[in-house]
């Protein structure tokens, strides 16, 4: 038996991150969810992936 549990990825996630929000960031991220149907956390990456463009190199 293999010691690795969870469903094989390609993209592992192994960085883990407690966030406190008001209550419009709260219902923006609740109201997402229910739209795109998908959890937080994806929301959550599709906005930081989104905040890419802005970084100025």
Do not use: F, W
């Amino acid at each position: 038996m293999s010691p690795r549990t969870g469903r094989p990825t390609d993209n592992p996630k192994g960085v883990s991150m407690h966030v406190r929000l008001d209550k419009e960031c709260e219902e923006i991220l609740k109201e997402y969810c229910e739209q795109e149907k998908v959890s937080k956390m994806e929301a959550t990456r599709r906005g930081i992936k989104k905040l890419k463009s802005d970084i100025k190199k």
